[in-house]
């Protein structure tokens, strides 16, 4: 995205969503963030263009580091819940953790599924007895998951969670015995990648070299 504005600058988020192929809300907190660590600027009715955090940070060390630091380098704790969990505690869950997204594990802790708010409220709207149901009816089983390995690049996630206009993906290592699901280590969120930038904006600022 920041290369993006670059390039185009001024730039509105209409066409900035129209580059991405995503739609102009989902751009919307990611924006703030950016502009909010000063990597972007914003002027109402003209668009974005590069802040001076990024311009005070070498662009190209910028991607060299993302494509060196790996995965599971700055990869945070998922919430697991078990297949059998109820689509009810799914929800009382998403809430208590403050999570965007459930790793659903089966009996012997690997990694079968996802479960997301959008998936559980098609489920249960219009649909009274879907609340007792278990999450393994309604999750997105996997290997039809969008999935990180712990060593894939942080551009890898990046580009991954634009492609498929996701907020977090799932790291895990995948299980040779056929049917055992796969080892979940932990998951990639925005979060995480705008707490990167974050601490590059910040080593730039205070004059650090390396990055």
């Given at each position: 995205?920041?290369?993006?504005?670059?390039?185009?600058?001024?730039?509105?988020?209409?066409?900035?969503?129209?580059?991405?192929?995503?739609?102009?809300?989902?751009?919307?907190?990611?924006?703030?963030?950016?502009?909010?660590?000063?990597?972007?600027?914003?002027?109402?009715?003209?668009?974005?263009?590069?802040?001076?955090?990024?311009?005070?940070?070498?662009?190209?060390?910028?991607?060299?580091?993302f494509?060196?630091?790996?995965?599971?380098?700055?990869?945070?704790?998922?919430?697991?819940?078990?297949?059998?969990?109820?689509?009810?505690?799914?929800?009382?869950?998403?809430?208590?953790?403050?999570?965007?997204?459930?790793?659903?594990?089966?009996?012997?802790?690997?990694?079968?599924?996802?479960?997301?708010?959008?998936?559980?409220?098609?489920?249960?709207?219009?649909?009274?007895?879907?609340?007792?149901?278990?999450?393994?009816?309604?999750?997105?089983r996997?290997?039809?998951?969008?999935?990180?390995?712990?060593?894939?690049s942080?551009?890898?996630?990046?580009?991954?969670?634009?492609?498929?206009?996701?907020?977090?993906?799932?790291?895990?290592?995948?299980?040779?015995?056929?049917?055992?699901?796969?080892?979940?280590?932990?998951?990639v969120?925005?979060?995480?990648?705008?707490?990167?930038?974050?601490?590059?904006?910040?080593?730039?600022e205070?004059?650090?070299?390396?990055?």
């Amino acid at each position: 995205m920041l290369e993006l504005v670059k390039k185009h600058a001024p730039v509105t988020g209409e066409q900035l969503a129209e580059y991405l192929g995503v739609s102009r809300p989902t751009l919307r907190s990611d924006l703030s963030l950016l502009v909010m660590l000063g990597l972007l600027d914003a002027k109402p009715k003209v668009g974005y263009f590069i802040g001076n955090a990024y311009r005070s940070t070498d662009s190209t060390a910028i991607r060299k580091r993302f494509d060196n630091m790996k995965v599971h380098e700055i990869q945070g704790v998922p919430v697991n819940v078990a297949e059998t969990l109820s689509v009810n505690d799914a929800v009382i869950t998403l809430f208590t953790e403050n999570a965007d997204t459930l790793l659903v594990i089966n009996e012997k802790k690997r990694f079968v599924g996802i479960v997301t708010p959008k998936d559980l409220l098609k489920m249960t709207l219009g649909n009274a007895g879907a609340a007792a149901m278990p999450v393994s009816i309604v999750m997105t089983r996997y290997p039809n998951v969008v999935s990180l390995h712990p060593d894939d690049s942080v551009s890898d996630a990046i580009r991954k969670m634009t492609l498929h206009q996701v907020d977090c993906l799932p790291v895990i290592v995948p299980n040779d015995e056929q049917g055992s699901g796969a080892e979940v280590t932990g998951w990639v969120s925005k979060s995480n990648i705008i707490r990167l930038l974050s601490d590059i904006a910040t080593a730039a600022e205070l004059g650090e070299q390396e990055l």
